[in-house]
């Protein structure tokens, strides 16, 4: 069966760092690009960052400059690195992997950063 596991989301200072991680595993076809989304309470999910296949990435504005977003396509996993964590970085943050036909997400993963 397919399954997107993440980890490392938790609570962290304002000003800290945290690494999440992601592993795809049982796609029936070629991935595509990943990516991280979030959503906080009462806001809509939004794009976090992205990275295709040959490694090129986009972000959010918002976070552009402190979040890193990286792949290891042998193992099917991406990451986001976050640095320079803002209070309104707080939200749960979604892993998702586009292939030709299905879209496939994870489960989330709270991030909570503390002033």
């Known amino acids: 069966q397919v399954s997107l596991v993440e980890s490392g989301g938790g609570l962290v200072q304002a000003g800290g760092s945290l690494r999440l991680s992601c592993v795809a595993s049982g796609i029936p076809f070629k991935i595509r690009d990943m990516g991280w989304y979030r959503q906080a309470p009462g806001k809509q999910r939004e794009l976090v960052a992205v990275i295709t296949t040959g490694g090129s990435t986009n972000y959010a504005d918002s976070v552009r400059g402190r979040f890193t977003v990286s792949r290891d396509n042998a193992k099917t996993s991406v990451f986001l690195q976050m640095s320079s964590l803002e209070t309104e970085d707080t939200a749960v943050y979604y892993c998702?992997?586009?292939?030709?036909?299905?879209?496939?997400w994870g489960q989330g993963t709270q991030v909570t950063v503390s002033s």
């Open positions: 998702k992997v586009t292939t030709a036909f299905a879209e496939y």
